[in-house]
Nanobody
Framework: QVQLVESGGGLVQAGGSLRLSCAASGRLLFSNYAMGWFRQAPGKEREFVAGISRSGVNTFYVDSVKGRFAISRDNAKNTVYLQMNSLKPEDTAVYYC?????????????????WGQGTQVTVSS
């Protein structure tokens, strides 16, 4: 079995920062998987936020978070991170990490093989 466990969510004021972590364990060679972060706000569809290649060299972001969020990974620790700065109330959502063996087109949720349970991020105005 494969487990992805997110942590680091919480309540923060607008303009603040949070760092999300996602630790992978189980029958998964972490460095063989591209990783992504998605989010889902109440009443909205799940949205791609950021993706990172297997090596960590290539990163991808939705336009609304470019310049504010940064995705990174530590393959030695089987962990992917999402540093979120200058948070806005519209960033409020449940944030999910996911792993994709096929690293092409990381913006599409069906490309991902494994998902975490999510962590709540709430940004107050």
């Amino acid at each position: 079995q494969v487990q992805l466990v997110e942590s680091g969510g919480g309540l923060v004021q607008a303009g603040g920062s949070l760092r999300l972590s996602c630790a992978a364990s189980g029958r998964l060679l972490f460095s063989n998987y591209a990783m992504g972060w998605f989010r889902q706000a109440p009443g909205k569809e799940r949205e791609f936020v950021a993706g990172i290649s297997r090596s960590g060299v290539n990163t991808f972001y939705v336009d609304s978070v470019k310049g504010r969020f940064a995705i990174s990974r530590d393959n030695a620790k089987n962990t992917v991170y999402l540093q979120m700065n200058s948070l806005k109330p519209e960033d409020t959502a449940v944030y999910y990490c996911a792993a994709a063996y096929d690293a092409f087109d990381l913006g599409r949720a069906p490309k991902y093989d494994y998902w975490g349970q999510g962590t709540q991020v709430t940004v107050s105005s």
